[in-house]
């Protein structure tokens, strides 16, 4: 079956991106970080399914407006992430001098920050879940992996009734990169993780994703594809 995906992508870094120029809103420019972020999302979900909101909040609502019947089975949080705090996501902000390099308030993070928003996101995030196929959701962002949120998110969203379910994330530095054409449109991604010494730990093929550092439910060596 198709599989149906919505995406969330990072707000507010309007720091520039060093790469070629993008056909972006119709002109060709410099990218900004947030509108790279746009751009990879699109590559990764269905028409009309890619959300760049500011808050928890406004996330949960974006997924309220979906049909119940919509049944997805991939879900892609791409952009910023942190490790602090028991790790998270953040759904917007702005760039911060190091070490920190972006900032938010906890209402603006998918995170154990703000714990009782997580759960009503995972809540109503499930029930537009596929019951029946495997689902996966992906945080593509820098760190998320390092501390109890993506165990903690699984765990809400499971308890949903999304049985075939798997929540990957990075403990280290997730970053993409996008091939033009020499009209400035998108022909190709390249996403790979560093390690604190920039060394390159993981990567993936063209308009991959790389295997998840942190994954949930844990991986049977017996069993690698959890029963599929």
Avoid at 23 to 31: F, H, N, P, T
Avoid at 45 to 59: E, I, L, P, S, Y
Wanted: some cysteine.
């Amino acid at each position: 079956m198709a599989t149906k995906k919505i995406a969330f992508y990072t707000l507010g870094d309007n720091r520039p991106v060093n790469g070629a120029r993008v056909i972006y809103d119709g002109k060709k420019r410099r990218l900004q970080m947030s509108q790279m972020w746009h751009l990879r999302a699109k590559s990764l979900a269905m028409a009309g399914m890619v959300h760049g909101v500011k808050t928890a909040d406004a996330a949960e609502s974006a997924v309220r407006k979906i049909e119940q019947a919509a049944a997805l089975t991939n879900v892609y949080l791409v952009g910023h992430g942190f490790g602090q705090d028991g790790g998270g996501f953040f759904f917007s902000g702005k760039p911060a001098p190091p070490p920190s390099e972006f900032t938010a308030t906890a209402t603006d993070t998918l995170s154990l920050l703000s714990r009782v928003k997580m759960k009503k996101f995972a809540k109503t995030l499930a029930g537009v879940l596929s019951k029946t196929e495997a689902v996966q959701i992906a945080f593509l962002s820098c760190y998320t992996g390092r501390g109890k949120f993506s165990r903690e998110f699984y765990s809400e969203v499971r308890a949903q009734g999304i049985k075939k379910l798997t929540v990957g994330a990075y403990t280290d530095y997730y970053q993409t990169a996008y091939h033009t054409d020499g009209r400035g449109n998108i022909n190709r991604w390249s996403d790979y993780v560093r390690d604190e010494h920039g060394t390159v730990v993981v990567k993936a093929g063209a308009n991959g994703i790389p295997a998840f550092q942190e994954r949930h439910p844990l991986v049977d060596p017996d069993d690698p594809l959890g029963g599929l």
